[in-house]
T-cell receptor, first 112, second 113 residues
Framework: GQNIDQPTEMTATEGAIVQINCTYQ??????LFWYQQHAGEAPTFLSY????GLEEKGRFSSFLSRSKGYSYLLLKELQMKDSASYLC?????????????FGSGTRLLVRP | AAGVIQSPRHLIKEKRETATLKCYPI?????VYWYQQGPGQDPQFLIS???????DKGSIPDRFSAQQFSDYHSELNMSSLELGDSALYFC????????????FGPGTRLTVT
């Protein structure tokens, strides 16, 4: 089965940098995803990592270490609109359906 | 660009009633996933379809059933509704099973009273 852990809540200041960690244990691994979700809205895709290393996309970067079962999402130049939940999700290579298994999410509060 | 469409957006039902949720994937997308998200919880996979065939099944109660039609839209049928079924129901679509990105619809908020 899969076990995905993220911090429940984090607080950061506008303009700062914040790192949201995610650790996972899966029987198989076929990619790690980060989604942003505002309350009551649909998750929106942020990033995808399947190989070790850093993927950068604008203010957001995501890192993966498969040997450590570890990923982080880095948000730079925080804006108030970045206040949201950030969901880490993994895909199991044994799953022919490629469904996503989500962690509980990290609620990020950005303060002025 | 066209996105995933879900209807209705909000639904209020009483216990033991039935409900049907509809999902219209992005044009040309042939894969649909259904997720259930309870209050303060992460999305939980229910069921998926690829090319009109069920491709996987998760923690979906026997009271629920779903199918994907010839135009690739999907419907989630829920019977004998319980209070615990109150949740956000998301549909996501992708182009093929191997495509890494799943695009989520806006969700249907189901409230069972």
């Amino acid at each position: 089965g899969q076990n995905i852990d993220q911090p429940t809540e984090m607080t950061a200041t506008e303009g700062a940098i914040v790192q949201i960690n995610c650790t996972y244990q899966t029987s198989g691994f076929n990619g790690l995803f980060w989604y942003q979700q505002h309350a009551g809205e649909a998750p929106t895709f942020l990033s995808y990592n399947v190989l070790d290393g850093l993927e950068e996309k604008g203010r957001f970067s995501s890192f993966l270490s498969r040997s450590k079962g570890y990923s982080y999402l880095l948000l730079k130049e925080l804006q108030m609109k970045d206040s949201a939940s950030y969901l880490c999700a993994v895909r199991d290579e044994r799953d022919s359906s490629y469904k996503l298994i989500f962690g509980s999410g990290t609620r990020l509060l950005v303060r002025p | 660009a066209a996105g995933v469409i879900q209807s209705p957006r909000h639904l209020i039902k009483e216990k033991r009633e039935t409900a049907t949720l509809k999902c219209y994937p992005i044009p040309r997308h042939d894969t649909v996933y259904w997720y259930q998200q309870g209050p303060g919880q992460d999305p939980q996979f229910l069921i998926s379809f690829y090319e009109k065939m069920q491709s996987d099944k998760g923690s979906i109660p026997d009271r629920f059933s779903a199918q994907q039609f010839s135009d690739y839209h999907s419907e989630l049928n829920m019977s004998s509704l319980e209070l615990g079924d109150s949740a956000l129901y998301f549909c996501a679509s992708s182009l093929g099973l191997g495509n890494y990105e799943q695009y989520f619809g806006p969700g249907t908020r189901l409230t069972v009273t």
